[in-house]
């Protein structure tokens, strides 16, 4: 069985932020799969996706504040600033972290390890509504 569906997440502030319940609510179907595999994927230039611990939003705060300091907004080496200070730094941060996902499915439940949720790294002041791609397959 293939699935394919959009799902267009409310905009987030920039950080780094839990979004494994909205994934797995645009999914009535992942219930049915015992063994499958979901692909993920996030269609802008300037927000990425990564796993990460799910239970503490220290690390999440954390997440920000490296990524922060190692690709800081408005590095004068910059030449892409015409969408602002913080987008060349967005499209970097996103290009390091990647753009997509592919987890496993089993007994018709994402199989993530017990600390592990999905984030949405949002990394624009003001990134507005982004956009999930979500394909499954299994069976």
Known sequence: MWHSTDVILKPYPRGFHLITRE???AL???ASIQTG???VFIRHTSASLTLGENASPDVRRDFERYFNHAVP???EQFEHMLEGDDDM???IKAALLGSSLTLPVRGGRLHLGIW???YLCEHRDRGGARTLTLTMHGE
Do not use: N, S, T
Request: aromatic share 6%.
């Open 23 to 25: 994934v797995v609510a």
């Open 28 to 30: 009535p179907e992942l």
């Open 37 to 39: 595999l979901l692909h």
């Open 73 to 75: 907004d408005g590095w």
């Open 89 to 91: 730094a967005a499209h």
């Open 116 to 118: 592990q949720g999905v």
